[in-house]
T-cell receptor
Framework: RKEVEQDPGPFNVPEGATVAFNCTYSNSASQSFFWYRQDCRKEPKLLMSVYSSGNEDGRFTAQLNRASQYISLLIRDSKLSDSATYLCVVNGNTGFQKLVFGTGTRLLVSP | ETGVTQSPTHLIKTRGQQVTLRCSSQSGHNTVSWYQQALGQGPQFIFQYYREEENGRGNFPPRFSGLQFPNYSSELNVNALELDDSALYLC???????????FGSGTRLTVV
């Protein structure tokens, strides 16, 4: 079983749609959780950290469920520029800072 | 613009050769990590350096080695290159915790 599992997609949605991505992680001792965005052939960029209380940044809302070891990302009012791969990332809490990435979920927003 | 810079941006090597990739971390960051991203996969942790010492390693063979210098810049060395080493190599620096890490734009290595 992979440490971080995501649906690879692609998710094809029209502009203005709401789309949700989920991922699960296996290490219950993990301490930090993130969503990164990666455009084609570019480096991953931090989109937002994820907290149990949930957090929102404009059109983006992230949620962590520690009991279920489940992380979600909701994108409202999708824009063409949201088309990218969204990587679910967990800090492995191995005594050093090791980020464990899912394979990513590809989002395609069409006009 | 990212504060983490990597060089070179692209590289083509022959199987069996050795390669050195370089990274200049963001100012003030004393931790640098290296990741390998194969096509269609998420980045995989190679190792991490903190104050010039390796303090964590992923499931990569010893032919993957590194250095961190007093100015916190870093090198990734790969010996005896194999075709499967073809990937995007990413360097990341940061303070960790809930702040995550900043990635450089990567070096795309092709082994032929």
């Amino acid at each position: 079983r992979k440490e971080v599992e995501q649906d690879p997609g692609p998710f094809n949605v029209p502009e203005g749609a709401t789309v949700a991505f989920n991922c699960t992680y296996s290490n219950s001792a993990s301490q930090s959780f993130f969503w990164y965005r990666q455009d084609c052939r570019k480096e991953p960029k931090l989109l937002m950290s994820v907290y149990s209380s949930g957090n929102e940044d404009g059109r983006f809302t992230a949620q962590l469920n520690r009991a279920s070891q489940y992380i979600s990302l909701l994108i409202r009012d999708s824009k063409l520029s949201d088309s990218a791969t969204y990587l679910c990332v967990v800090n492995g809490n191995t005594g050093f800072q090791k980020l464990v990435f899912g394979t990513g979920t590809r989002l395609l927003v069409s006009p | 613009e990212t504060g983490v810079t990597q060089s070179p941006t692209h590289l083509i090597k022959t199987r069996g050769q050795q390669v050195t990739l370089r990274c200049s971390s963001q100012s003030g960051h004393n931790t640098v990590s290296w990741y390998q991203q194969a096509l269609g996969q998420g980045p995989q942790f190679i190792f991490q350096y903190y104050r010039e010492e390796e303090n964590g390693r992923g499931n990569f063979p010893p032919r993957f080695s590194g250095l961190q210098f007093p100015n916190y810049s870093s090198e990734l060395n790969v010996n005896a290159l194999e075709l499967d080493d073809s990937a995007l190599y990413l360097c990341a620096s940061g303070s960790g915790g809930v702040y995550g890490y900043t990635f450089g734009s990567g070096t795309r290595l092709t082994v032929v």
